[in-house]
């Protein structure tokens, strides 16, 4: 992310990177009587410790130095989120074709040969810090856009608060201003309530749009007068009508009918619901199904359980144990999540549940790189 730059500071800082400090000297008595507030390092590690310290609006980076080469300096600057959205412009006596291309190919935005004129360097300067300063503007209102968007997901979403007699507790965290995940719990009777949780592939606009129409879809098509698989078939209908190409959901939906003491689960190439009896050890319910949205005719994984009250469901998404950097996928991890399950003392309510599960996954494989929900609903 941008750091957000003070509307009222008019100053604008320039790091300078070059083992020579007679080319530091000129630079600097030159860009600081045109305004800029100036720093300097000799060396590449110097430099992106600044870059990182006082988040520059531009870099004038030397290539040829001892230890890390300009090169090494801009890759590093690049691939830390904290710095790979300051400009830098090459400054260097290299002055191969090859070397200027290679040069703009690894990120830098501009390339000044040395030994280079100072009316060239300030207008260069000027013209780059315009262009940072437009970015950084255009950011902001994006920034600001997907804002209201995540804000206009969150209300979307119902709180266990709002629904106090479906008995459940929910972590939602999205990793992104526009999320994928999405999770809606709702009455469909006297005592019965439908509790459904779904990933949309992709994390773009178009997913987060998506979450009021399932949300609508949901109310619509979920009803005690249809079985669990019918009302799914049929949001599956609508969602091929209106998904964008390419997009699909995974998707878990649990029914409880307290009043029959009964439990339907249906699945849709999501990870398996964890069911666990007040009285013995937790178990998935694993059943293969067709995802929605990609298929005309579907085939959703389904099972109907005699319950108890105690009894307790849990609905996660993927994000909750997967990580990228580790390879870790939720098809391997049933094992683990079942040992964590145990973990949560049972005298805990579905919100404290919740939130113990969450926080036990993050502390064996750290934090996630991808949204989270945990649904815990207890009979």
């Not at 709702?186 to 994390?203: E, M």
């Not at 937790?282 to 005699?306: H, K, M, Y």
């Not at 108890?308 to 870790?328: A, C, K, P």
């Not at 919740?354 to 207890?378: F, I, K, M, R, S």
Request: one cysteine or more; aromatic letters at 6%.
């Amino acid at each position: 992310m941008i750091p957000t730059k003070n509307v009222h500071d008019n100053t604008y800082t320039i790091l300078i990177v070059d083992d020579t400090r007679l080319n530091i000297r000129i630079l600097e008595r030159a860009l600081s009587r045109e305004g800029y507030r100036i720093l300097t390092a000799a060396n590449g590690m110097d430099g992106r410790a600044l870059a990182l310290a006082e988040q520059p609006d531009l870099v004038l980076l030397d290539i040829v130095m001892p230890g890390e080469n300009g090169f090494e300096t801009l890759q590093r600057l690049k691939s830390d989120h904290r710095t790979a959205h300051i400009p830098v412009v090459f400054i260097s006596g290299e002055d191969h074709v090859e070397t200027k291309v290679s040069g703009l190919d690894a990120g830098a935005v501009d390339y000044i040969t040395k030994p280079f004129h100072l009316e060239e360097v300030k207008a260069r300067v000027r013209l780059h810090i315009r262009l940072s300063i437009a970015t950084r503007a255009l950011l902001t209102v994006q920034a600001e856009k997907l804002k209201e968007i995540q804000k206009a997901q969150s209300e979307l979403l119902t709180l266990p608060e709002d629904l106090p007699h479906a008995r459940f507790g929910v972590v939602y965290r999205s990793l992104q201003e526009a999320g994928g995940d999405f999770y809606d719990v709702f009455s469909i009777g006297d005592r019965i309530f439908g509790y459904f949780l779904s990933d949309v592939s992709g994390h773009d606009l178009a997913t987060s749009f998506l979450t009021s129409a399932l949300k609508a879809l949901l109310k619509q098509n979920c009803s005690a007068i249809y079985k669990p698989t019918e009302s799914m078939g049929m949001v599956n209908h609508v969602l091929l009508e209106i998904l964008p190409s390419g997009k699909y959901l995974t998707a878990s939906y649990l029914v409880v009918n307290r009043a029959s003491q009964q439990v339907s689960v249906v699945g849709m190439g999501h990870p398996p619901v964890v069911y666990q009896p007040v009285a013995g050890a937790p178990r998935l319910i694993e059943l293969d199904g067709d995802i929605l949205g990609a298929f005309q005719e579907v085939n959703f994984g389904a099972a109907s359980l005699d319950v108890q009250s105690g009894d307790r469901f849990i609905l996660y998404s993927d994000g909750l144990m997967e990580r990228t950097e580790s390879g870790t996928v939720w098809s391997e991890l049933g094992e683990p999540l079942l040992a964590m399950v145990e973990q949560v003392p049972r005298f805990h309510n579905a919100q404290e549940a919740a939130d113990l599960l969450t926080e036990l996954a993050n502390l064996q494989y750290g934090n996630p790189d991808d949204d989270v929900v945990v649904l815990v609903v207890e009979v």
